[in-house]
């Protein structure tokens, strides 16, 4: 098992990373390298509608864009047990066909699943999975215990340098609609509270979606649980 001092010694190497991209890549990478493991998918979390989006899969061959990947966890029990409770889990054998959706099968020989949720502090920001591990791997608890350090370690490296990067911040309007979405509110439910029109309320939404560098609605509102911006 990786000790912490090893763990904490690999995230401090992705601080050569010269990018964003770099940066994500780095992370799998050492991931691959710490832990029996022979492939990494990289997902972001969004709380809003429990929605995974794929980002990356890192395997021996090399890096795949797996941005078409959309999940309501809800339906991966596996992946939603490790959100829910913020640990890695494992399952192997005919628990796995329970567990995982057949989309995540995808070799005739794979029996086993590792999820890894990626947090800072009390939030999940994403998830790394992996469905082909090596040979006689044994994830016994300690192996589990120094996967969920690894995924709070990533959370944290993460959240370091957004805060870097982020140089706007979103408007008392923007933010208000954007907490107004939070709770369910439609765009004329809005409009009438706040006593602007629904045009209005959509340019509030397109410049915060922008700012926040995100790519929808649910993806901008997850920025800001993560950001514990609102709650």
Not at 14 to 28: G, M, V
Not at 66 to 78: A, C, F, K, N, V
Request: glycine share 6%; hydrophobic share 40%.
């Amino acid at each position: 098992m990786a000790s912490q001092y090893t763990l904490q010694q690999h995230i401090h190497k992705l601080d050569h990373a010269s990018c964003h991209e770099e940066r994500l890549y780095k992370i799998l990478e050492s991931y691959m390298e710490l832990f029996p493991v022979k492939n990494a998918y990289l997902f972001r979390f969004s709380p809003l509608g429990y929605l995974g989006e794929g980002i990356i899969l890192l395997t021996q061959n090399g890096i795949v864009h797996i941005g078409e990947i959309r999940d309501d966890i809800r339906s991966l029990p596996i992946i939603y047990s490790a959100i829910r409770e913020k640990k890695a889990k494992h399952c192997t054998g005919l628990d796995l066909l329970k567990q995982i959706s057949s989309k995540y099968i995808t070799t005739s020989n794979m029996n086993s699943v590792v999820v890894v949720p990626i947090c800072y502090r009390s939030v999940v920001i994403g998830y790394i999975c992996s469905n082909e591990v090596s040979g006689e791997a044994v994830f016994d608890d300690k192996t589990l215990t120094a996967l969920t350090l690894y995924g709070k370690l990533v959370g944290k490296y993460l959240e370091k340098y957004e805060i870097a990067e982020d140089s706007q911040v979103l408007s008392k309007r923007e933010l208000e609609v954007m907490r107004r979405i939070a709770w369910g509110e439609s765009t004329k439910e809005m409009a009438d509270t706040m006593d602007i029109s629904e045009l209005t309320v959509k340019q509030y939404v397109k410049s915060a979606i922008k700012k926040l560098g995100a790519q929808n609605r649910s993806h901008a509102v997850g920025e800001l649980f993560r950001k514990g911006i609102i709650s």
